[in-house]
């Protein structure tokens, strides 16, 4: 199971930090990942962190600004949002995947029910 936190309303140029918890089959070994879904479009990838924390990837659209990190001890993946823009609303997903390198909603087998971040002033 994954749960995600910390969505909100927050105004442009501002920062958030979404948490997601890990439980039941996601092990501490399992690619965790950040995707996200705005009215209207297609859930997209955000970014993604290998099992040891050592490889990550994120997406264009957000370099620079977004950083995802994990805790393998708490089993824990967090995405840290900084310059947020309007374009950056959407409901923010994690999810888990036994592979690394995958950017597809088809790579990931688990998801979390969604936290909701709204980037408006």
């Known amino acids: 199971q994954l749960q995600a936190s910390g969505g909100g309303l927050v105004q442009p140029g501002g920062s958030l930090r979404l948490s997601c918890a890990a439980s039941?089959?996601?092990?501490?070994?399992?690619?965790l990942a950040w995707f996200r879904q705005a009215p209207g479009k297609e859930r997209e990838f955000v970014a993604s962190i290998s099992w040891s924390g050592g490889s990550s990837y994120t997406a264009d659209s957000v370099k620079g600004r977004f950083t995802i990190s994990r805790d393998n001890a708490k089993i824990m993946v967090y995405l840290q949002m900084n310059s947020l823009k309007p374009e950056d609303t959407a409901v923010y997903y994690c999810?888990?995947?036994?592979?690394?390198?995958?950017?597809?909603?088809?790579?990931?087998?688990?998801w979390g029910q969604g936290t909701l971040v709204t980037v408006s002033s």
């Open positions: 039941g089959r996601t092990s501490s070994r399992s690619t």
């Open positions: 999810a888990a995947s036994p592979r690394y390198g995958g950017t597809s909603i088809l790579d990931f087998g688990s």
